[in-house]
């Protein structure tokens, strides 16, 4: 059971962070501008396309954590510090995707500007990926583990 | 009522009842085994609502201090929901 869920927790982090990471990063670089930009990889198409890879698989990575909640329970260890503290950069990660990442995409596909908005938008997901090389460092690392 | 003001009324109430079966628990069977699994499932339902009302664009400061309160953050977050959308 321990291996199934560790398994399944690994390969969605994988498979279902990994995307969003990538489509929130390249997000505000191929977004269109109020004006008419030199950049020719600025297209209204692509950044539909990446702005519907963030929601998707933001959506999906929810498994991340609900399995690694079930397989801390299992272990019995859910109250250790390093899966508390990974817990709540989870949940802050989560909360800036959905509720800040998301719709300030959505508003620089509908509201173009001249690339304002677009500053905090990567200013947010830098933080963002940050949060989870925290995460995973946390993962790997288990400071302050019983069995360390 | 938008969106984000419907999940956080759906997550504040899942976190009342959470906390609500918790103390129930605590003042007659004490099963170790119910805190066991649900411990960790309320502290997941707090860190949510917490991180909702933190990050959600266009909440009250009112709703947002509420909801970082330790056992009162679900009453306190349906509450204050209701009158955001009252006043939305």
């Known amino acids: ?148 | 009522m938008n969106v984000l003001l419907r999940a956080l009324g759906v997550l504040s109430l899942l976190e009342l009842v959470s906390v609500l079966i918790l103390l129930g628990n605590l003042m007659t069977v004490h099963d170790a085994a119910l805190v066991h699994v649900l411990g960790p499932i309320h502290g997941a339902l707090y860190l949510a609502v917490a991180v909702t009302a933190l990050l959600g664009r266009g909440l009250t400061l009112r709703t947002r201090l509420g909801a970082v309160i330790p056992l009162l953050s679900g009453p306190l977050t349906m509450v204050n929901v209701r009158g955001e959308a009252r006043s939305a």
């Open chain 1, 1 to 148: 059971m321990r291996a199934l869920l560790l398994s399944a927790h690994v390969v969605a982090g994988i498979l279902f962070v990994g995307p969003v990471a990538v489509a929130t990063s390249l997000f505000p670089r191929y977004v269109p501008l109020v004006e008419a930009s030199a950049d020719a990889e600025r297209s209204p198409g692509t950044a539909r396309v990446l702005h519907r890879i963030t929601r998707v698989y933001g959506v999906l990575a929810i498994a991340v954590p609900a399995i690694g909640l079930a397989l801390a329970m299992t272990e019995g260890r859910a109250t250790e510090i390093w899966i508390v503290i990974a817990m709540v950069l989870t949940a802050v990660a989560g909360g800036l995707l959905a509720l800040q990442i998301a719709p300030r995409q959505q508003q620089a596909l509908t509201e173009p500007d001249n690339g304002t908005q677009l500053r905090t938008l990567g200013i947010l997901t830098g933080v963002f990926n940050l949060l989870w090389v925290i995460v995973v460092v946390l993962m790997v690392a288990h400071p302050g583990s019983r069995y360390a």
